[in-house]
């Protein structure tokens, strides 16, 4: 019995040319994206949080507004809009920590060091997870959002805080919300191959998207001004937005300041991936 | 082929891997031993280039393995700590790791019955035995049909069946032309399969040699005798590749080359007495430990 279909011949003009190239790794880290059960529970969780919470919290508006006493004061400035993104908060927990688990999971496992023999160039694999996960985590966003929206604003139709997608700015902020959450799932991925560690880069994610905005009012008023726009939690949050102020950047800045963090998260992910043993 | 050179891998001021030279030849299995904590895994990691070695080079078939254009085509590695995620079913593991070079799902499928995975290639990997995960890995290090296979202490922890599927696994290989290199701490282990071995103890190189070479170095197979006339016996003993040690003036004999059946049968013809006539044997077990506990007493030497 051969173990091997083809004898070892001393040419190799027989074999079969293989090469790792981009596009190879990418389907690679796409297959193993979706084959494990994490990627489902956790997308679907994020999902039904981005959803629900948008509904829960549209409906409690519209039954304190047809109830017709005084509006509670998080009401006061309510929108369709806002009422409907409100589980933006948790949809970007669930998708942040799976960002993280698709790069440290690996290391807990094990599996890197499968990974990192097939792809011993390393960087392909980091860009390759950031690109796949990325898009998944922004079209669940997306989708999430305007199916929040579209069902959020017929529960407030009628209501001060009625809105329709043809208002201005509306779909601006859809997206903007599936761009930011695709963003923090690729901060998810920066973060767990920066630590390693899944239980570190949960909590550096958490730190940084809802700890430190809440710290930052520890400062003096004058650099709170200075810094809290510039923090990721609120740049990310003027990307989608409705009505800005002197506190806030405009979305356009919004989102190339959260872009930027996320690219720095991404390099300092790199320079480590290159060059620290696996 | 795998070529290394000064290759050398120091953690703080802890040196696992001291400056090794050796070279590792296609078409034979060769063995790398050496007790726990020797440097292989390390070795072996910076072979696939998992590790980066502090100083030196080791190169597979004459490039680094980063420089491959397809890697899991030149060598095929099971590596010791377990590479696999627990939570992916066998055959996604081998499929993403086959699309990384575009290998084929039908290659997939071949390795996974090469390995005898069939009935359990849908499962998830984290609920696979031992011998399971150990296939697991190899049909991995098969997947690019490598010429080189390179494998990290396969048989640890398997019950004999295990053992025994290893083993068979590792000729077939050589016979298919392969370059087979396999760690082990166990000679007994090794001696079963492998021709050529490459010894390590702390980090250094302390043997790359055949394993007759090697038995024989230790004194394997050498025959002890005391007679009356230590300098006839040797008139009589001698003959091409017998070896004929011992004192001047002293009645006792080291022989090699011959039996003690053929050296008792020789002196009775020619009428010597003998007084003592035994024969004795080295294992592997012992010419490797005598060969690794030499390394460790010279190391404690030198760091005291």
Redesign the interface.
């Known amino acids: 019995?051969?173990?091997?279909?083809?004898?070892?011949a001393?040419t190799?003009s027989a074999?079969p040319?293989?090469?790792?190239?981009g596009r190879?790794?990418l389907?690679?880290?796409w297959?193993?994206l979706w084959?494990?059960?994490?990627t489902w529970i956790t997308l679907v969780l994020g999902l039904v949080f981005l959803v629900a919470f948008g509904l829960i919290s549209a409906a409690r508006y519209q039954s304190n507004v047809s109830s017709g006493q005084p509006l509670d004061a998080d009401f006061a400035h309510a929108t369709a809009l806002s009422l409907s993104l409100f589980g933006t908060n948790f949809a970007q927990l669930a998708l942040g920590v799976l960002g993280v688990l698709v790069t440290a999971?690996?290391y807990s496992?094990?599996?890197?060091?499968?990974t990192?023999?097939?792809?011993?160039?390393r960087l392909p694999v980091l860009w390759s997870k950031s690109a796949v996960f990325g898009v998944v985590a922004l079209l669940v966003g997306v989708a999430g959002a305007f199916v929040a929206f579209v069902f959020g604003s017929s529960i407030v139709s009628g209501t001060p805080a009625a809105m329709s997608l043809s208002d201005p700015g509306v779909v601006r902020s859809l997206l903007g919300t599936g761009l930011y959450l695709g963003l923090v799932g690729v901060i998810g991925v920066a973060l767990g191959a920066l630590l390693r560690s899944v239980a570190g880069g949960i909590s550096v994610l958490v730190a940084a998207l809802m700890l430190i905005p809440g710290l930052i009012s520890l400062l003096p008023t004058s650099w709170q001004s200075d810094i809290s726009p510039y923090l990721p939690s609120n740049a990310g949050q003027s990307m989608f937005a409705l009505t800005h102020d002197a506190t806030s950047l405009s979305p356009t800045a919004g989102m190339l300041v959260f872009v930027g963090w996320t690219v720095l998260l991404l390099g300092g992910a790199a320079y480590r991936l290159a060059r620290s043993?696996? | 082929m795998i070529e290394a050179h000064q290759l050398m891998k120091r953690y703080g001021d802890k040196t696992a891997v001291d400056r090794l030279d050796f070279t590792v030849r296609p078409g034979t299995v060769t063995g790398f031993l050496g007790p726990n904590g020797a440097g292989k895994s390390t070795t072996m990691?910076m072979i696939?280039?998992?590790?980066?070695p502090t100083s030196g080079t080791v190169k597979v078939n004459g490039r680094r393995?980063?420089e491959?254009?397809?890697?899991?085509?030149e060598v095929g590695?099971l590596?010791e700590?377990?590479?696999?995620?627990?939570?992916?079913?066998a055959f996604?593991?081998l499929?993403?790791?086959a699309?990384?070079?575009?290998?084929p799902r039908r290659?997939v499928d071949?390795v996974i019955e090469?390995t005898g995975l069939q009935s359990v290639a849908k499962k998830r990997a984290g609920s696979f035995s031992l011998g399971m995960g150990q296939r697991l890995g190899i049909a991995?290090a098969?997947l690019?049909?490598p010429?080189t296979v390179m494998l990290d202490e396969p048989v640890n922890g398997l019950d004999p069946e295990g053992v025994l599927w290893i083993r068979n696994?590792l000729t077939?290989?050589a016979a298919?032309?392969?370059t087979v290199f396999v760690s082990s701490h166990l000679m007994s282990e090794m001696a079963l399969v492998a021709e050529h071995l490459i010894v390590v103890g702390r980090g250094r190189l302390l043997a790359d040699t055949t394993v007759h070479d090697l038995v024989r170095d230790a004194g394997g197979d050498t025959v002890h005798v005391a007679t009356a006339d230590p300098a006839r016996l040797r008139e009589v003993l001698a003959g091409p590749g017998v070896e004929i040690v011992g004192r001047a003036g002293s009645e006792e004999l080291q022989v090699s080359g011959l039996s003690a059946r053929s050296i008792g049968l020789k002196a009775a013809e020619h009428g010597i007495a003998l007084f003592e006539l035994s024969a004795r044997t080295v294992s592997l077990e012992e010419a490797f430990m005598d060969l690794t506990r030499d390394a460790v007493e010279y190391h404690g030497v030198t760091t005291a």
Do not use: N
């Open positions: 019995m051969s173990i091997l279909t083809t004898p070892a001393p190799r074999r040319v293989y090469r790792v190239t190879h790794v389907r690679s880290e297959t193993k084959s494990l059960r994490s999971g690996e496992t094990g599996m890197i060091r499968s990192l023999t097939g792809v011993p160039r043993d696996a | 990691r696939v280039g998992l590790d980066a393995y980063a491959h254009t397809a890697p899991l085509q590695v590596l700590a377990k590479s696999v995620h627990a939570g992916r079913s996604d593991h499929l993403a790791q699309q990384t070079h575009g290998i290659r071949e090469l991995a098969l690019g049909d010429a696994l077939e290989l298919d032309g392969r």
